[in-house]
């Protein structure tokens, strides 16, 4: 472009956009514009670098620099001369965030939100940092002083400006590249879970230090390596995070849901926005929990966070869940959740002072001047009627809040975080004998699967309002991919498998790199600078590790060699780093599922109520390396798959477990597949110990 008449108009081209963190910015004196090949084009056509500005609604520090920075004129008036001002939703586009996320930290910057990066016309980066204050503070120039001095920089070209760019881009186009290697075994697994469990806090759970996240990657694969080692320690940790999360601040103890992370090592003090992501993989964690040994609290938390689910989140018609809940309301982080004393005294009469003693309220409060509700003192169970009058305060309490100004919602559906909900709310259906929790699950399928694809057949990342705002990334098509496979297993209908296998078809398609593996965005995306490939686990899991663990269910479902041919590559296309491995717990548990998982084919007339009982045995089970597969008759099971003829007994449902090739004799009582599911393991060299204070009872 070389007119500049043709160029954008100077002003903020927000409003035009569908993502609520976009439309926040909307009434910005910056003239802001949103991500796209035209912003670049003005950028080039201007010769002007490019400021970056990355968040999501529900970010706390991103409100407070709009606050101080993007709606002050001054500021703004030294951007718009400067700069083409771009603002991104790294919800809505997590393949940007991520790209310069690791220009950051190649810059050896730590990461966070509000991301501030700065770059090329061209979209290279060469400088960056995160939240900027308004003077200059906490050893931090002012964001002006970095507005002017990165400005003069450029229009000196100073080398450091070209050498940060040429050295930048040359090193994110290697962290894209693969580091072939087999697929892992007992000897590496191990020794990820041994250090994994070591970096555990003995006493609180979760990873040791502060702030704290749930991680629920990292917990979810060692609950499975509890079922591949016989290390009892891989299952105690995840019982001790759920215990003390489910018990401290960071959970909602009176509308349900949990907290993005806490600030603190005690989970008292919470980061208040809700993320879908993490209550949907909090949720599946409990499930597995609970049927690996049933605790009330685990049913609880469950219930009550399916609840905040169906009551808060659901969105476009009741049919798909929203992507977040804020932190902030009315401008303060948490006023939404916090209690005073006076508050709860006058609320709940005689039974304030049981409420206080047990919730942790007090006159000073446990956080600036404020009451955080908690049962951190009191976890255990008070008795059924002390229980019952605390269940009666709850909800007076929640009446009460209902009154408040509510925290801000982003509405948007994002295929890949409603898959990990629809897949999360499949398991806990069965795990906790909740057949209803089914129908929103399906409901949010059929609204992904309906509304959210293409005219191509191409799935859509996020949706808004009847309207696209991003095409399709890998996480979207795997992450949906795995949640049809969970309804596939849940109902026996064959829809839900072929969909599983269009999308898994449509990945080998559009995102394979050539030496293995997947790359975050389409061949044909043509606002990427580099195509990132990674399988490294953050809050969500990867894409190419949720691949693996389609292709390898896919496997054990059909008997189809290529897709145990498609999960090796995928899964070799990283394992050569030896090192990083613990950063992959879920490609780690995809390779566990292909090699030792098993698939429990139940033969029999589905509405018996005989095959629905074997059926639940396995759906219910607590070892996630197993896949169901329904078949009528012997006549429906799959040519390759090893149970072929194979089928009900002397007109009996029948179940049969296979692994490795190989299907185990029949049986036709739960109980007894539930024994028959129990794997053969062997503790690697070192035995993993928890520590001295051990798990909680």
Same mark, same amino acid.
């Given at each position: ?65 709009? !606050? ?441 398609? !559009? ?24 399988? *490294? ?59 030792? *998982? ?46 072929? &003829?194979? &089928? ?45 204070? &051990?798990?909680?009872?």
């Amino acid at each position: 472009m070389s007119d500049n008449a043709s160029l954008p108009p100077p002003e903020n081209l927000l409003r035009h956009a569908s993502s609520p963190y976009l439309l926040q910015h909307a009434g910005n004196p910056v003239h802001w514009r949103p991500w796209g090949p035209e912003a670049l084009a003005e950028a080039q056509a201007l010769n002007r670098p490019i400021l970056l500005s990355i968040g999501y609604a529900a970010c706390h520090w991103c409100h407070v620099m709009a !606050h101080e920075s993007f709606e002050d004129p001054e500021t703004a008036a030294l951007m718009n001369a400067l700069y083409v001002n771009i603002k991104v939703d790294r919800e809505e586009r997590p393949d940007i965030d991520a790209l310069y996320m690791n220009a950051l930290h190649l810059l050896g910057e730590h990461g966070g939100w509000p991301l501030t990066m700065f770059l090329t016309p061209k979209g290279e980066p060469f400088w960056g940092g995160t939240y900027f204050p308004p003077e200059p503070r906490w050893g931090r120039p002012s964001f002006r002083q970095v507005l002017q001095g990165i400005a003069d920089a450029w229009a000196a070209q100073d080398q450091r400006i070209l050498q940060n760019t040429g050295a930048l881009k040359g090193a994110l186009a290697r962290m894209a590249e693969a580091n072939p290697g087999p697929v892992p075994g007992q000897a590496q697994l191990n020794r990820v879970a041994l250090g994994l469990v070591k970096a555990t806090d003995p006493v609180e759970g979760g990873l040791s230090g502060a702030p704290k996240f749930p991680n629920p990657p990292i917990f979810r694969f060692l609950w499975q390596m509890h079922f591949r080692l016989g290390q009892p320690a891989c299952a105690e940790v995840v019982e001790l995070l759920l215990k003390r999360m489910s018990q401290g601040g960071i959970y909602d103890h009176l509308g349900g849901g949990y907290a993005r992370y806490s600030v603190d090592a005690i989970w008292l003090v919470p980061h208040f926005e809700k993320m879908l992501y993490d209550n949907a993989q909090l949720l599946e964690l409990l499930a597995l929990a609970h049927a690996g040994r049933p605790d009330p609290l685990y049913a609880q938390r469950a219930e009550e966070t399916v609840g905040w689910l169906l009551r808060e989140m659901l969105t476009e018609n009741g049919c798909a869940f929203a992507a977040s809940q804020d932190a902030d309301s009315e401008g303060e982080e948490g006023k939404f959740y916090v209690w005073a004393e006076s508050e709860v005294d006058a609320l709940l009469g005689p039974e304030a002072e049981l409420f206080r003693r047990v919730y942790d309220v007090t006159r000073d409060g446990n956080w600036e001047g404020h009451n955080i509700l908690n049962r951190r003192q009191h976890a255990q169970p008070l008795g059924e009627e002390t229980e019952a009058t605390l269940a009666r305060c709850r909800a007076t309490l929640f009446e009460a809040r209902a009154k408040r100004i509510p925290p801000g919602r982003d509405d948007k559906v994002l295929a890949d975080w409603n898959g990990l909900t629809i897949a999360a709310l499949v398991r806990a259906a069965a795990v906790f004998g909740r057949p209803d929790w089914l129908e929103p699950a399906k409901r949010a399928f059929a609204f992904v699967a309906g509304q959210m694809t293409a005219s191509d057949g191409r799935l859509l990342h996020a949706f808004r309002q009847g309207q696209a705002s991003a095409s399709g990334l890998l996480e979207d098509y795997a992450s949906m991919a795995r949640a049809a496979l969970a309804l596939f297993e849940a109902t026996g209908r064959a829809r839900y498998l072929r969909h599983a296998i269009a999308w898994a078809d449509a990945v080998q398609r !559009h995102f394979a790199a050539p030496d293995g593996g997947y790359f975050t965005s389409a061949k044909d995306a043509a606002d990427v600078l580099v195509r990132g490939r990674s399988a *490294g686990d953050n809050a969500t899991p990867s894409g190419n590790g949720l691949m693996a663990e389609v292709q390898a269910k896919l496997f054990h479902l059909t008997g189809d060699d290529r897709w145990r041919a498609c999960a090796e590559r995928t899964i070799g296309a990283f394992s050569g780093l030896e090192q990083g491995l613990a950063a992959m717990p879920l490609l780690l548990s995809a390779a566990d599922l292909l090699t030792e *998982g098993a698939c429990v084919v139940v033969a029999g007339d589905p509405e018996d109520p005989a095959a629905q009982a074997l059926a639940l045995a396995a759906l219910s089970h607590p070892d996630p390396a197993i896949a169901l597969l329904r078949v009528r008759d012997s006549a429906r099971v799959p040519h390759n798959h090893p149970a072929h &003829g194979k &089928g009900p007994v002397e007109g009996r449902p029948a179940a049969y477990v296979c692994r490795a090739g190989t299907c185990g004799l029949p049986v036709t009582d739960p109980a007894a597949l539930r024994a028959a599911l129990a794997r053969p393991t062997g503790a690697g060299p070192e035995r993993i110990a928890r520590g001295p204070e &051990g798990p909680e009872a």
